[in-house]
C-alpha cells in the first residue's frame, strides 16, 4: 500500500464496506493513519455478530461500542460528503423477549447520539443514511429530522429507516432531492410536512410508512416514487406533475386519485380500488396492473393508447372469477408485448371455457406474449393457447412459465403442441419462481 499514489489509497479506504476497518488501518502504517483523515465517505454497519459479541458476557468487555467507533471515524476525518450507520437486516429476526429495553446502544435516531457527530460534518454533508434498531427505536420518538433540517443545508440524499419520527420542528430542505423512509412511524398523517419542507424532493420512497390517514404527496419536481402503503389509509393522492416512474402497492383505499401527466412507468398493486380517478395519460408506455379485481379497475383506468407494454396479473390464483383477455384491448389498443401473469391466466382462461375469444384487431398488433400458466385443464388451456395464437397474427416472441402450483410434467407435454401450431413463432418455456424464473429452454 506505501507504494501506492495517495489519491489511490484514499479512493481505496473510501470504497471499504466496513468503515471500522478504517480504525484498524490507522495501525498498520503511520501514512494509512494520515490518509484515513482524507477518507470521503463512511459506512458503518453493525453485524449480527457484532451484536451478539457484545452481549455475550465473555465478549462484550472486549467489543468496542458501535456509537464510539462512528465518533471516532467522524472525529479524525477532514471532510466527509456521505455518511451510512446501521444494524444489519439479520437483527429484525432478534425478539423483544432476549432484548433490554432500556438499552440504547444501538438507538441511531437518537438525537443525543447525532448531536455528538453531526456538528462536525454537515457543512459538507451531501448523502446521509441511518438504519436504526427497531427493538430500541420502536418506542423511543425522535425529533432527528427537525435536527437533520437545521444543520444539513446542503444535504441532497436522505435515508431513514426504522423509526419512530416526528416532524415537530422540520425546517425546509429545499436541496433535498432524494428522500426514502422505510418501516417509519410518521407523525405527518397527511404528508404535508413531507410536501412543505421537501418542495425540491426528485426522488421518493415511502416504504412501510405508518402512521398516515389520508395522505397525499404534491410535488412539482418529482420525478421517481416507490410508495408501498398498509390498509389504514382511507385515500390516497398523488399530484405530481414531472413524475415519469411510479410504484404504488395499495391495500384497499376508498379513493385513489392520480395527478401525473408525464408517467412513463407505471406499475399499480391494489388489491381492490373503489374509486380510481387519473387524467389521461399521454406517455405512458410500460404499465404493470395488479389486482384482485382486475375487471373493475380496467373500467375505472383511463384509454392509454400510448401503452406498448403491458403486465396484467390478478392477485388471486383462482379459476372461479373472470377477467376477459379481450377487454384489455378496450382500454390499451396498441399494446405490442403482453405479459399475463398467472392468477389473470386463470381468470381468463375461466372466461374463455364460457364464452371464447372475441377478435381484436388490437390483437394484431401483439408482437410479443408471455403467459404465466396455470394448468388445471389441459385441454381447455391448448383451445385458449391456439385461439391467442390464430389472433395474434403479428406474432414473432411467445415464452411460456409454468407455475409450480401445477404438475410440470403434464404441463410439459403442451410444448411440442404450441411449437408446432406456430413454427415460425419464437418459443422460449420455464417454471416461474417468484421474481427470478427459470429458463428452461429459449429460442426454439
Known amino acids: ?90 437483527l429484525g429476526n432478534i425478539s423483544y423477549d432476549d432484548v433490554d429495553d432500556e438499552l440504547d446502544d444501538l438507538y441511531l435516531t437518537d438525537v443525543g447520539f447525532v448531536k455528538e457527530w453531526l456538528p462536525k460534518v454537515c457543512g459538507d454533508l451531501e448523502k446521509l443514511s441511518i438504519s436504526d434498531f427497531w427493538i430500541q427505536s420502536c418506542w423511543r420518538k425522535s425529533q432527528i429530522l427537525s435536527l437533520i433540517s437545521s444543520s444539513c443545508n446542503g444535504l441532497m440524499e436522505l435515508e431513514l429507516k426504522n423509526a419512530w419520527l416526528s416532524v415537530d420542528g422540520l425546517n425546509p430542505m429545499t436541496k433535498l432531492t432524494s428522500l426514502t423512509l422505510e418501516f417509519i412511524r410518521l407523525e405527518d398523517e397527511d404528508l404535508n410536512k413531507v410536501n412543505d419542507c421537501f418542495p425540491s424532493l426528485q426522488v421518493l420512497n415511502l416504504v412501510g410508512v405508518g402512521g398516515l390517514k389520508d395522505p397525499k404527496i404534491h410535488l412539482l419536481h418529482l420525478k421517481s416514487c416507490l410508495w408501498t402503503v398498509s390498509n389504514a389509509p382511507l385515500s390516497l393522492t398523488i399530484v405530481a406533475p414531472n413524475l415519469v416512474k411510479l410504484r404504488l402497492k395499495c391495500i384497499k383505499p376508498k379513493s385513489l386519485v392520480l395527478d401525473a401527466p408525464l408517467l412513463s412507468d407505471f406499475h399499480l398493486s391494489v388489491e381492490e380500488a373503489y374509486d380510481f380517478r387519473a387524467k389521461e395519460f399521454f406517455n405512458l408506455e410500460n404499465l404493470h396492473l395488479e389486482s384482485s379485481s382486475l375487471c373493475s379497475l380496467l373500467g375505472m383506468f383511463p ?142
Request: charged share 25%; with cysteine.
Open 1 to 90: 500500500m506505501d507504494d501506492l499514489p495517495p489519491s489511490l489509497v484514499v479512493e481505496i479506504l473510501s470504497r471499504l464496506t466496513d468503515s471500522a476497518d478504517l480504525a484498524r488501518c490507522r495501525l498498520a502504517s503511520k501514512s494509512l493513519n494520515s490518509l484515513t483523515r482524507e477518507v470521503r465517505s463512511v459506512n458503518l454497519l453493525c453485524t449480527l455478530s457484532r451484536y451478539l459479541k457484545s452481549r455475550s458476557p465473555a465478549t462484550k468487555d472486549h467489543v468496542t461500542p458501535f456509537k464510539a467507533i462512528l465518533n471516532n471515524i467522524v472525529g479524525n476525518a477532514q471532510c466527509l460528503d456521505a455518511i451510512s450507520i446501521g444494524v444489519d437486516k439479520s
Open 303 to 444: 384509454s392509454g393508447k400510448s401503452i406498448r407494454k403491458l403486465t396484467v396479473n390478478s392477485l388471486k390464483l383462482t379459476a372461479t372469477t373472470k377477467f376477459c383477455l379481450e377487454a384489455v384491448f378496450d382500454v390499451f389498443p396498441n399494446v405490442t408485448s403482453l405479459n399475463i401473469g398467472p392468477g389473470a391466466w386463470c381468470e381468463a382462461e375461466n372466461c374463455f371455457r364460457e364464452g371464447g375469444l372475441e377478435d381484436r384487431n388490437a390483437l394484431k398488433e401483439l408482437t410479443e406474449i408471455v403467459a404465466n400458466l396455470v394448468v388445471h385443464d389441459i385441454e381447455v388451456t391448448l383451445s385458449f393457447m391456439f385461439s391467442i395464437l390464430d389472433k395474434c397474427t403479428n406474432l414473432s416472441d411467445m415464452a411460456i412459465l409454468f407455475h409450480p402450483e401445477g404438475d410440470f410434467r403434464v404441463a410439459s407435454t403442451l410444448i411440442p403442441r404450441f411449437t408446432a401450431y406456430r413454427p415460425g413463432v419464437k418459443w422460449r418455456w420455464g417454471i416461474c419462481e417468484g421474481s427470478k424464473d427459470t429458463w428452461v429452454s429459449v429460442g426454439i
